[in-house]
T-cell receptor
Framework: DADVTQTPRNRITKTGKRIMLECSQT?????MYWYRQDPGLGLRLIYY???????NKGEISDGYSVSRQAQAKFSLSLESAIPNQTALYFC????????????FGEGSRLTVL | GENVEQHPSTLSVQEGDSAVIKCTYS??????FPWYKQELGKRPQLIID?????GEKKDQRIAVTLNKTAKHFSLHITETQPEDSAVYFC?????????????FGKGTHLIIQP
């Protein structure tokens, strides 16, 4: 079954550490996204990518960077993690972009101490 | 940019009753309005969406209505069942601006009381 896979699923780290969250998909979609979910704040867009050469900032990109290594892989990095980056992170893909269905991964729960 | 407000944040209804969740949006150019359901510990999944060229769309027990003039849209769930318990997110987007990514509301936790 075509899917969106995130690793790690859970991670606890310390302030100042570099963290990478990885996303891979077998759906064959060009568009990939990273969202952050906080209780009571909904889902907020961090970065999105139309293809390997096209990466764009979303609503809350400060403190994050991304890399689109291939059509199927999109990773999110926190260069120097801080406690307020503690959240549930979702990768998502879409075949047609903003007016098409988003297919989410299972989420990566990050805790920064 | 777009701003989406969602109400209520928590909604408790008796099993079998109807539930209504409301959202307003700020950008009159927005033309796509999906609803996502997130069960506890699971990923969000699309349950229904509506585009600005229609006023209502139904799929079995769920329906969405859109009022472009007032810039609000609503999710209606009839004959609620225990499996409807979840967090529901509305969202809005404009397809013609070249940008991408949905703007989500903050979510409604729907609780179905037995």
């Amino acid at each position: 079954d075509a899917d969106v896979t995130q690793t790690p699923r859970n991670r606890i780290t310390k302030t100042g550490k570099r963290i990478m969250l990885e996303c891979s998909q077998t759906k064959g979609h060009d568009r990939m996204y990273w969202y952050r979910q906080d209780p009571g704040l909904g889902l907020r867009l961090i970065y999105y990518s139309f293809d390997v050469k096209d990466i764009n900032k979303g609503e809350i990109s400060d403190g994050y960077s991304v890399s689109r290594q291939a059509q199927a892989k999109f990773s999110l990095s926190l260069e120097s993690a801080i406690p307020n980056q503690t959240a549930l992170y979702f990768c998502a893909t879409s075949a047609v972009g903003v007016t098409g269905e988003l297919f989410f991964g299972e989420g990566s729960r990050l805790t920064v101490l | 940019g777009e701003n989406v407000e969602q109400h209520p944040s928590t909604l408790s209804v008796q099993e079998g009753d109807s539930a209504v969740i409301k959202c307003t949006y700020s950008d009159s150019a927005s033309n796509y309005f999906p609803w996502y359901k997130q069960e506890l510990g699971k990923r969000p999944q699309l349950i229904i969406d509506i585009r600005s060229n229609v006023g209502e769309k139904k799929d079995q027990r769920i329906a969405v209505t859109l009022n472009k003039t007032a810039k609000h849209f609503s999710l209606h769930i009839t004959e609620t069942q225990p499996e409807d318990s979840a967090v529901y997110f509305c969202a809005a987007a404009y397809s013609g601006g070249g940008a991408d990514g949905l703007t989500f509301g903050k979510g409604t936790h729907l609780i179905i009381q037995p």
